[in-house]
């Protein structure tokens, strides 16, 4: 049986952290695993992963998302369907208001060879100036909107990604949209 991309996207994250960062995988929900929708109450986890960066001190609330193409959708309420889920966006957005934690989205774009941070704060706002339910790689820029790219290295078929560079990034606000 083959493993869902989500999955490797997420086992790649995992082997990424450095050694002094701290990482939490929430668990999934129980639906989940037999991708049914007949369990009536059922907890949904906000985010994928809490990461601790004890160099900066800073504790990360974070979405995982891989996509095949150059988009990716999004629920704007309860009743839409898309690969970035109201629940989710709610969930980072209470995580995001206590100082100190970083919530957002870690987008692959796979078509694109690029992996992204987008703060919730910044998601929020880019789906306020769209009208449509998914937005593409290159209306980032468009809109202005801030994102850190994660450096990458392919290793034949898998990922590996730079986190402590991110982490510098983030700290430091530098260097955003260029590759």
């Given at each position: 049986?083959?493993?869902?991309?989500?999955?490797?996207?997420?086992?790649?994250?995992?082997?990424?952290?450095?050694?002094?960062?701290?990482?939490?995988?929430?668990?999934d929900?129980?639906?989940?695993?037999a991708?049914s929708n007949?369990?009536r109450?059922?907890?949904?986890?906000p985010?994928?992963?809490i990461?601790?960066?004890?160099?900066?001190?800073?504790?990360?609330?974070?979405?995982?998302k891989?996509?095949a193409?150059?988009?990716?959708?999004?629920?704007?309420?309860?009743?839409?369907?898309?690969?970035?889920?109201?629940?989710?966006?709610?969930?980072?957005?209470v995580?995001?208001?206590?100082?100190?934690?970083?919530?957002g989205?870690?987008?692959?774009?796979r078509?694109?060879?690029?992996?992204?941070?987008?703060?919730?704060?910044e998601y929020?706002?880019?789906?306020?100036?769209?009208t449509?339910?998914s937005?593409?790689y290159?209306?980032?820029?468009?809109?202005?909107?801030?994102?850190?790219?994660i450096?990458?290295k392919?290793?034949?078929?898998?990922?590996?990604?730079?986190?402590?560079?991110?982490?510098n990034?983030?700290?430091?606000?530098?260097?955003?949209?260029?590759?």
């Amino acid at each position: 049986m083959s493993r869902n991309v989500g999955k490797i996207f997420e086992d790649e994250i995992k082997r990424s952290i450095p050694d002094n960062v701290l990482l939490c995988r929430l668990p999934d929900a129980a639906q989940s695993f037999a991708k049914s929708n007949n369990l009536r109450f059922s907890r949904k986890s906000p985010f994928d992963f809490i990461i601790w960066d004890s160099e900066h001190r800073r504790l990360y609330a974070v979405e995982a998302k891989t996509v095949a193409g150059k988009s990716i959708s999004f629920e704007r309420d309860k009743n839409d369907k898309g690969v970035i889920h109201w629940y989710q966006s709610e969930g980072l957005n209470v995580w995001g208001a206590y100082a100190g934690v970083e919530a957002g989205f870690m987008i692959q774009f796979r078509e694109l060879e690029k992996t992204i941070f987008l703060r919730v704060g910044e998601y929020n706002r880019l789906i306020q100036m769209i009208t449509k339910k998914s937005f593409r790689y290159d209306e980032l820029e468009k809109y202005n909107i801030h994102f850190f790219h994660i450096p990458q290295k392919i290793a034949r078929t898998r990922y590996t990604y730079d986190f402590t560079a991110l982490f510098n990034q983030i700290e430091n606000e530098g260097e955003t949209n260029d590759s």
